[in-house]
């Protein structure tokens, strides 16, 4: 047997029953922690979400492991998994990094313009519109709406070719996603989308790079101030 057949041999196989239980795991908790029903700052029963999930106790524990890297929950001594806490001051520092990663993923996917690109742009836009005119106070309406604004903002992105700055990118924009959801209730006037996105679409199909830049700074820097003006009201001192 050659190396590289011996290599090949080692491969690991398909996924266990333990594996997939774990991955359900992952995305039911991340899931929980963007929307903020597991509460920043609590503290995260491993039991309590094994009998909720029927998962067992170590695929909870290594659920969490990994939602500990994407620095979604923190361990703390004592006290174990822990949802991380948030405040001003971290989403403050959160969004400059987002506001600055976001812009040069812009940027290269405009550099990298081409006919598909403002397809998928536009008709991730209409998605963003027709969730709007839907919206409702029910979860499956919200849940609608979650997923059409974060397919628009990977649209407007997707023709970024640093792998690197993609990954970040997503790692932020979750982050940012779950501040969203604990301050600010969800947009239902479409003629803010459009007051917002319509300048913002048209310097991207006209390739203008600055105009477009700028303006995505703009927006998100008004996020940023309306988060964080909501954050000192909801936060204790």
Known sequence: MTNVEAQLDDRPGPPTAEANVTNMAYEAIRQDLLVCRLAPGARVSVLGLSKVLGASQSAIREALSRLTAEGLVVIEPNRGFIVTPMSVGRFASLSKARTAIDALCLRDSIAAYDVEFEVELVAASHRVLRRLEQMDDSEAAIAHYVSAHARFHEAMVSRCSNPWLLWMRGLLFA???????FCLPF?????DFYSAE????????CKDSDTAERLLI??????CALICKRLAKLLPD
């Open 175 to 181: 982050q940012s996603v779950r501040y969203r959801n």
């Open 218 to 223: 703009e927006q998100y820097e008004r996020v």
């Open 198 to 205: 319509g300048p913002f679409l048209r310097a991207i199909f």
């Open 187 to 191: 947009a239902r006037d479409k003629s």
